[in-house]
C-alpha cells in the first residue's frame, strides 16, 4: 500500500475556489461524511466574517452560505449520518442547518446557558451528543453537551442543555474533540494549557474525567490518533507539539510520548522554514501520526511524527500566496482541501495534471477580525509556567 507521504507528496492543485464578493479568511473545512448517488459532495468551510460556505467539493462554486448574525460562527462539522453542518456561536448557541437547502434559520439551535460564548465544539460519532466550549466570563469556562438527536414527538427547534462541566478549565475552551468510534470519549483543550480527557457515560464531572495533561500554553488544536485512539495529540498558539498515550494511564510506562514546546526550533527543514504548525493526521491503514505545518508564503509540509521527534518529509507549494490556516485530508480518495488567507480555498488530488493558478495576495481585514483569526508570533500568548 502506497504510503500516505508519497500520497502527499503526489498531490496537484485541480481546482481553485472562484472568488467572491467578501474575501475572507477560510479557517476551518469540513467535508460530508454520506455519499449518496446523483448527489454532489458538498464541503463546508469557516469564514472569518463569522459565516460558513457551503461549497460544491468538486467544482468548487459556492451553493449557499449561513449566518450566524448577530453572532460570530465557530468552527465547523458534518455530522456523520446525515448532511447537517453544526457550528458554535457566540450568540450562547449551537447551530445546526441542512446543508443542501438555502434557509436563514438553522433547523436546529441548541441553547446555552446565561452568558455564554461559545467558541469551539463537536458531536460525537453516533450525532446524539453534542459538546461545547465556553469563552471565560467571570471565573467560568464550562463544557455545555445536549442531545442532539431529533425527536419526532418534540416538534421544538429549540434545544436546552442537558447539563455542563464547570470544575477543570479555567480559562477559555478552545478544543472540544469526541473519540472517533466512542461516543462517550471526549478530550478538550483550554488556554489555561489543560488537556482533559473525559468519559461522559460516568455521572459526575470529578469521576468522568479520566486524566489531565499539560502542555503548558494555550492549546490551539487536538485530535486522537494511534490504534484504537488511544492517544491524544495537541498544538499550542506558540507553536508547541505535544503527545501523549493514554494506554499508559495505569502503567509504569510514561504518558508523555513527545513534547516539543517550539516545533520550529526543533524540526530540521534543511532549506525550508517552518513557521506554524495546522493541525495533525492520523492515518489508520497505516498507524502513523503525521503533522501539517507551512510557511507565512503558503507552502504546506507535511512531518512524519514519532517518539523521536517531527521529520519533515514532503511540501506542497505553487497554491497558496500566504499563511494556510486549514485542510481537510479525504480518506476515500486522497484528495485534499487546503484554505488560508489569501480566501482560495483548492483542491488537491493524486496524479492529476497540475492546473496553473494566479497566486491572490494576502487580503486585508477588520481590526474586529483580527481578535479572532490565529496570529502566529512568538508573543501571541504567553507561556504559562506550571507551579
Not at 468548487?60 to 448577530?70: M, Q
Amino acid at each position: 500500500m502506497e504510503k500516505i507521504e508519497e500520497q502527499f507528496a503526489n498531490l496537484h492543485i485541480v481546482k481553485s475556489s472562484s472568488g467572491t464578493k467578501e474575501p475572507t479568511y477560510l479557517l476551518g473545512i469540513d467535508t460530508s461524511k454520506t455519499v449518496q448517488a446523483g448527489t454532489e459532495t458538498v464541503a463546508a468551510v469557516l469564514c472569518s466574517n463569522g459565516s460558513i460556505r457551503i461549497y460544491d467539493k468538486e467544482r468548487l462554486n459556492v451553493l449557499r452560505e449561513f449566518s450566524g448574525y448577530p453572532g460570530l460562527l465557530n468552527g465547523v462539522r458534518f455530522a456523520n449520518s446525515c448532511d447537517s453542518v453544526y457550528s458554535a456561536c457566540t450568540d450562547g448557541t449551537v447551530k445546526c442547518w441542512d446543508a443542501r437547502v438555502a434557509r436563514e434559520k438553522p433547523v436546529q439551535l441548541f441553547k446555552g446557558y446565561p452568558s455564554n460564548i461559545f467558541i469551539s465544539f463537536d458531536i460525537n460519532c453516533n450525532d446524539h451528543i453534542i459538546c461545547a466550549g465556553t469563552e471565560k466570563v467571570d471565573d467560568d469556562a464550562l463544557l455545555v453537551f445536549w442531545d442532539a438527536r431529533m425527536n419526532s414527538q418534540d416538534l421544538s427547534t429549540t434545544k436546552d442543555p442537558l447539563g455542563a462541566y464547570s470544575e477543570t478549565h479555567s480559562d477559555d475552551v478552545t478544543q472540544v474533540r469526541f473519540h472517533p468510534s466512542d461516543p462517550n470519549m471526549v478530550v478538550s483543550g483550554s488556554s489555561d494549557g489543560l488537556v482533559n480527557v473525559f468519559d461522559i457515560n460516568v455521572d459526575n464531572e470529578e469521576d468522568a474525567l479520566v486524566t489531565t495533561c499539560n502542555s503548558i500554553s494555550s492549546v490551539s488544536c487536538i485530535g486522537w490518533s494511534g490504534k484504537g485512539y488511544k492517544q491524544i495529540y495537541c498544538m499550542t498558539h506558540d507553536e508547541g507539539f505535544y503527545w501523549w498515550d493514554l494506554n499508559h494511564l495505569d502503567t509504569d510506562e510514561p504518558v508523555t510520548r513527545l513534547n516539543i514546546q517550539d516545533v520550529r526550533e526543533a524540526v530540521n527543514m534543511k532549506e525550508d522554514s517552518l513557521d506554524y504548525l495546522i493541525g495533525g493526521l492520523y492515518h489508520e491503514k497505516t498507524d502513523t501520526l503525521h503533522v501539517i505545518g507551512g510557511t507565512n508564503t503558503g507552502r504546506i509540509h507535511l512531518m512524519n511524527c514519532s517518539t523521536s521527534g517531527l521529520t519533515h518529509v514532503t511540501s506542497l507549494q505553487g497554491g497558496h500566496a500566504a499563511t494556510v490556516r486549514s485542510f481537510c485530508w479525504n480518506v476515500q480518495d486522497d484528495s485534499l482541501l487546503t484554505g488560508g488567507e489569501d480566501a482560495q480555498l483548492l483542491l488537491w488530488k493524486p496524479g492529476a495534471i497540475e492546473k496553473t493558478f494566479t497566486k491572490k495576495e494576502s487580503m486585508k481585514i477588520a481590526s474586529s477580525v483580527h481578535q479572532r483569526v490565529r496570529v502566529h508570533s512568538n508573543d501571541s500568548y504567553k507561556r504559562r509556567k506550571t507551579q
